[in-house]
Each structure stands twice: as structure tokens, then as C-alpha cells.
């Protein structure tokens, strides 16, 4: 296919970065998701109509969150896929990919660590850190658990740009301390507390009992409109069918009116 796209600027100003808002942040990732898939099925082109579909998001709200991102269409033609997951890519800070350290091998952390839609995606996991000794040592997807004890002198050595932590509630806080004492700066953490970390510091945490929250609360909201629909159309339904019952009524009432007086009438001619 001929190429119709503007090239889109390389590198990515830190003003462009700071201007994002965070809910386009989180929508540029699942756009670059979409792309992925679309760039593995050999999809040249895709129209912004298509990508909103397969995002879940409204044409109108994908253009406006491409906006950010400068020219990458053409009106008319589309996006093209590669050099748009190409330029998300970069302005998500993913075109050099990042190097991940875990603290916590067990079974969350186990199965983060599984996962391959990390490495795909640009996060390679280089560092698996615990301090059970029935763990340490123990290899996991090809990484050798490690004493957390050995935390500082393996940051040194692996440079790694982000760490996640899975260890319990009561652990979290102290590993987040000798993760920022070793110099990272970015912290996933699945613990439900909130960590105290300098400003200097990114903590994202990710609560799955939260989401789970909003889930039920997504449900019971439906499941309210929905009983609230059934009865709004249930009354209307009613308020239809009254006035045939009261229309039908008026008859039935004459032919009994007239039935008595004609039955009155007759008797009186009847009796002497």
C-alpha cells in the first residue's frame, strides 16, 4: 500500500510528556495494545473508527488523545499502524525498554514474573529477590531467587529503571525503603498500603481487591438502571392499556342500566 501518512516526529519533548493528562496516558497503552495485535495480523491501516472500536473509547475522544502526539493521519485514510505504535511507543518511554526487578517469589510474584506479555511489551524481568530461605535459590522462568539481602549491590549491578513489589502488607514498606536507598525510581507495588516514598519517587499501586469494588459497583449500578427500565416500561404499558379498560366499561354499564329498566317496566304490567 502506498504510503499516504505524515512521518511523525522522532524523540519526545518533556513538555509533550508533561501536558498528557494520566487518563490519556492509560488510553495511549491500550491503543498500543490494539496496534500490537493489529501490526502481528500484517494490518497496514487502520481508521480512527476501528482503532475506537477495538479500544472501547468513542472515535472522537482516540483522535482527540492522538492529538497529543502530533500529526499521524491522514483525514480520509487513516493511521499508519507501525509508525503509530511506533510513536506511542516513544512517547510512553518504551522504545528502549526497561529492565524489572521483583521482590516477593511467591505465588503472585511467581506469576508475574510467568507472564510473557512482559517481555513483548518491552519489560524484561532481569532480577527475582525474596528472603525465605526454602525460596532463595530456587530458579523461576529461568531467574535465580535471590537474598533481598543482596538487593543494593544487584540494583548497582542490573540497573534495572523499575522494581515491583509482592510481598505482604506488613513487608512492603520496608522494601520500598531499600528499593529507594538503591537509587530506583519507578515502584509497582501490589501491596494495599499506601508507601511513603520521597517525590522523586514513582509508586504506582496496584489494589486487585479495589478493583474488584468497583466491579461489584459497576454491577449493582446495572443491575439498578436495568430493574428501573423494567418498571418505567411496565408502567407505561399500564398507562396504555387503562384507558381501553375504562372505554370497554361505559357499555357494559348502559346494557346493564337498560336490562334493569326494561326488567322494572315489565313487572309493572305484569302485576295487577
Do not use: W
Not at 487513516?78 to 511507543?89: A, C, M, P, T
Amino acid at each position: 500500500m502506498t504510503e499516504q501518512h505524515e512521518t511523525p516526529p522522532t524523540g519526545v519533548s518533556k513538555a509533550l510528556q508533561k501536558d498528557i493528562p494520566q487518563a490519556t496516558v492509560a488510553r495511549l497503552a491500550t491503543y498500543l495494545r490494539v496496534l500490537a495485535v493489529l501490526a502481528d495480523d500484517a494490518v497496514a491501516i487502520v481508521s480512527s473508527e476501528e482503532l475506537a472500536v477495538a479500544a472501547g473509547v468513542g472515535s472522537a475522544k482516540l483522535r482527540k488523545d492522538l492529538s497529543f502526539l502530533g500529526p499521524n493521519g491522514v483525514r480520509g485514510v487513516g493511521y499508519d499502524v507501525i509508525k503509530l505504535r511506533d510513536r506511542i511507543e516513544d512517547v510512553l518511554g518504551l522504545s528502549e525498554g526497561h529492565r524489572v526487578v521483583l521482590v516477593g517469589a511467591g505465588h503472585l510474584g511467581r506469576a508475574l514474573v510467568g507472564y510473557g506479555g512482559f517481555r513483548r511489551r518491552g519489560f524484561a524481568m532481569v532480577g527475582l529477590f525474596d528472603n525465605d530461605p526454602a525460596v532463595i535459590g530456587t530458579v523461576v522462568c529461568g531467574l535465580v531467587v535471590r537474598d533481598v539481602a543482596e538487593l543494593a549491590d544487584a540494583v548497582a549491578t542490573l540497573e534495572p529503571t523499575i522494581a515491583v513489589v509482592t510481598v505482604p502488607d506488613t513487608a512492603a514498606q520496608g522494601v520500598c525503603d531499600l528499593l529507594v536507598a538503591a537509587g530506583v525510581q519507578c515502584i509497582l507495588s501490589f501491596s494495599a498500603l499506601a508507601l511513603d516514598a520521597p517525590p522523586s519517587v514513582e509508586v504506582r499501586r496496584v489494589d486487585l481487591a479495589v478493583e474488584m469494588q468497583l466491579l461489584s459497583f459497576e454491577r449493582a449500578r446495572n443491575a439498578e438502571s436495568a430493574a428501573e427500565e423494567a418498571m418505567s416500561a411496565a408502567s407505561g404499558a399500564a398507562s396504555v392499556v387503562a384507558p381501553e379498560l375504562s372505554v370497554m366499561s361505559t357499555p357494559i354499564r348502559r346494557v346493564a342500566t337498560i336490562q334493569t329498566a326494561d326488567t322494572t317496566s315489565k313487572g309493572a304490567v305484569v302485576q295487577p
